[in-house]
């Protein structure tokens, strides 16, 4: 189920996400400022942290851990999945 749940994620994620880095999304990026710094909250941090909290209150299904994983390995195909604070 884990492999599914690999595949259906990083498909689900291709349909939601851009096609490109800086491109529209169905979901709006997260940016703030923090002094002269901008954090850019990227969609993987999100799903990570999803899985952190299921993993915290005992959850555990393969297939929702493969979404979530394919999910993550998506949205690491974009040029900028690294960049979470940009300095000004």
């Given at each position: 189920?884990?492999?599914?749940g690999?595949?259906?994620?990083?498909?689900?994620?291709?349909?939601?996400?851009?096609?490109?880095?800086?491109?529209?999304?169905?979901?709006?990026?997260?940016?703030?400022?923090i002094?002269?710094?901008q954090?850019?909250?990227?969609?993987?941090?999100?799903y990570?942290i999803l899985?952190l909290?299921?993993l915290?209150?005992?959850?555990y299904?393969a297939?929702?851990?493969?979404?979530?994983?394919?999910?993550?390995?998506?949205?690491w195909?974009?040029k900028?999945?690294?960049?979470?604070?940009?300095?000004?």
């Amino acid at each position: 189920m884990l492999i599914i749940g690999l595949f259906v994620g990083y498909a689900l994620d291709t349909i939601v996400s851009a096609k490109e880095t800086g491109g529209k999304s169905l979901f709006k990026s997260i940016r703030f400022k923090i002094g002269r710094n901008q954090i850019h909250f990227h969609h993987w941090l999100w799903y990570l942290i999803l899985i952190l909290i299921l993993l915290l209150i005992g959850f555990y299904s393969a297939i929702v851990y493969g979404i979530l994983i394919g999910m993550i390995l998506h949205t690491w195909t974009f040029k900028d999945w690294y960049g979470v604070v940009k300095r000004k």
